[in-house]
Nanobody, 123 residues
């Protein structure tokens, strides 16, 4: 079992930045691809970004390309999502997830999920 706890969410003005963290426990995340997803009010959960087990490969949804950066520190068992130039449409609950697959953007492929952290971007 892998337990995931997100932190770093909050209220920020449009154009601002936030850094989300996802701390894992139970097992080392070096054996897992790690991803971020989000769910906005009234909308379906959507993929945000994924990073491979090694950290060498990353992939972003179009909505975050050029603004979001995913990274991982396997020694700290933590994954990060740096979000810059935030927009009101980025408002959502952000979830961290772990997959035994190395690299996938499909939510159903992820085995473990955190509880989420709220990000609210005001205009």
């Amino acid at each position: 079992q892998v337990q995931l706890v997100e932190s770093g969410g909050g209220l920020v003005q449009a154009g601002g930045s936030l850094r989300l963290s996802c701390a894992a426990s139970g097992r080392t995340i070096s054996n897992y691809g790690m991803g971020w997803f989000r769910r906005a009010p009234g909308k379906e959960r959507e993929f945000v970004s994924v990073i491979s087990k090694s950290g060498f490969s990353t992939y972003y949804a179009d909505s975050g390309k050029g603004r979001f950066t995913i990274s991982r520190d396997n020694a700290k068992n933590t994954v990060y999502l740096q979000m810059n130039s935030l927009k009101p449409e980025d408002t959502a609950v952000y979830y961290c997830a772990a997959t035994r697959r190395s690299f996938t953007a499909t939510a159903d492929d992820f085995d473990y999920w955190g509880q989420g952290t709220q990000v609210t971007v005001s205009s």
